[in-house]
């Protein structure tokens, strides 16, 4: 395909009711804002699996006012020998554009594709090619659609009751992650290691650690499981000596584990000690005692599941 430049990326979302805030978090810390919408523009380019509710990504080649435009363009495409099809992505409405019905996102297809000098494959093509209709603009290019890796995650060797789910995961560790690079990580309250497998599966440098021994070897268990690699020691927060970027930290809570508010105090100020940046996991409301421990909440959300609610929150 020859090379043309990519003027911005559109991103196509979908969520759960109980996710939705979790869902525009995640948005604000990959993009730097937040939409209504299920449709988000951006200048960013960010690898769709990566999050759990972005369903694929357009890298825009060319936007017209009419399909006319779009398929003038893609005539000058030079795709060489390889196959293609054309996929329109009106499929449900996308903010305040109205889905397209099915015989008609067809006709689009074929307009595009009757101008192109390549060979056409529906079933198996060597690209894809999008096309997408949003507020009266037609936005054309290479479409590149999210796979659900986190789905693969959800059956583990070892199972907690009351670990995060693997999107929640996933999410959360975009939010304290939002660009990888150079930036070492820590969840040191790691349980069987939910936080870990999602964010090792994104290539994040991330450690693990948690007072609990069989926890630690259900955390190694899991994450080798994936065939990922990531290092789990056995150990108390307040143990830890290196200093990290940020940390992850699902509080924690259940029947077994009797943790005082002065444990829990205690944790958020070894986070504090420990990392520059902090995204907190809690059942309660710990406000004062983020506070307390020198921490400003940048950003937060509510995640429900049912009546249970659990709260992230951005510290720094």
């Excluded at 951006?42 to 399909?67: G, M, Q």
């Excluded at 003038?72 to 554009?97: I, M, S």
Aim: glycine fraction near 6%; hydrophobic fraction near 40%.
């Amino acid at each position: 395909m020859t090379k043309t430049q990519v003027s911005s990326y559109v991103y196509t979302y979908t969520w759960q009711i109980d996710e939705a805030e979790l869902c525009k978090l995640e948005m604000r810390s990959l993009f730097g804002f937040d939409v209504a919408s299920n449709l988000l523009i951006s200048p960013e380019k960010i690898e769709p699996s990566r999050s759990p509710f972005i369903r694929s990504r357009l890298d825009v080649l060319h936007e017209a006012d009419d399909i006319a435009a779009i398929s003038h363009f893609a005539q000058g495409l030079e795709l060489g020998e390889a196959t293609f099809k054309v996929l329109c992505l009106n499929t449900v409405d996308l903010g305040d554009t109205k889905k397209i019905r099915q015989d008609e996102r067809h006709q689009v297809e074929r307009e595009i594709a009757l101008t192109m000098h390549a060979e056409p494959d529906l079933k198996n093509p060597d690209i894809v090619l999008g096309v997408v209709l949003n507020n009266n603009r037609w936005y054309f290019g290479h479409l590149v659609e999210s796979e659900a890796i986190w789905l693969k995650h959800q059956q583990k060797p070892e199972m907690y009751s009351t670990a995060l789910s693997t999107r929640v995961a996933r999410a959360v560790a975009n939010i304290a992650i939002p660009n990888p690079v150079d930036v070492r990580a820590i969840d040191p309250c790691c349980g069987i290691g939910t936080v870990l497998v999602e964010a090792l599966s994104m290539g994040m440098d991330i450690v693990g650690s948690d007072i609990n021994p069989l926890v630690v070897k259900g955390s190694r268990t899991n994450i080798a499981h994936f065939g990922l690699h990531g290092e789990v020691v056995k150990g108390d927060i307040a143990q830890i000596t290196e200093s990290y970027d940020v940390a992850i930290i699902d509080m924690p809570y259940n029947l077994f584990t009797h943790i005082s508010i002065d444990q829990q105090f205690s944790i958020i100020k070894e986070a504090r000690r420990i990392a520059k940046r902090v995204v907190l996991v809690t059942i309660e409301t710990i406000d004062d005692m983020v506070h307390d421990a020198g921490f400003e909440i940048k950003d937060r959300c509510i995640v429900r599941k049912g009546t249970f609610e659990r709260q992230v929150l951005v510290c720094e």
